[in-house]
């Protein structure tokens, strides 16, 4: 499996971290459970941020995956292309989910625009 790949399946978890902080900021407790999205709907701050980076990386994930796996079944893109925009998109998305959990709007914009140059590239590298 290729450094790439495996930078799809860190970025799978990445949601799911997410929204255990989200919760556990919130107080989520076993009765929450009942209705999750209800619980996490009433949140504020950084738990409601934290919800919000949780949604933003569950829309981005399917771009980021269709581009990852058709630079390698193309063949057009050397390994390491594939991989440096890879491991770049999953650098990004953890800072960008930093940012947005403490609130630094400019900074969280920038990194999604860089998450969405990598997901570009990773289209032309396959061309």
Known sequence: ?????????????????????????????????????????NL???????????????EIFPPFAAAVIIAHVTGGAAQGVINFWALLFVASR???????????????SVLFGVNLLCIIALFIAAA
């Open 1 to 41: 499996m290729t450094l790439a790949y495996w930078c799809i399946f860190i970025t799978i978890f990445l949601p799911i971290l997410c929204a255990a902080y989200a919760k556990r900021l919130g107080g989520f407790t076993m009765a929450d459970n009942h209705e999750p999205r209800a619980f996490l709907a």
């Open 44 to 58: 504020s701050g950084k738990a409601a941020r934290a919800d919000a980076a949780q949604r933003n990386s569950y």
């Open 94 to 108: 953890i800072a960008f989910v930093l940012c947005y959990i403490h609130d630094k709007s400019l900074a969280r």
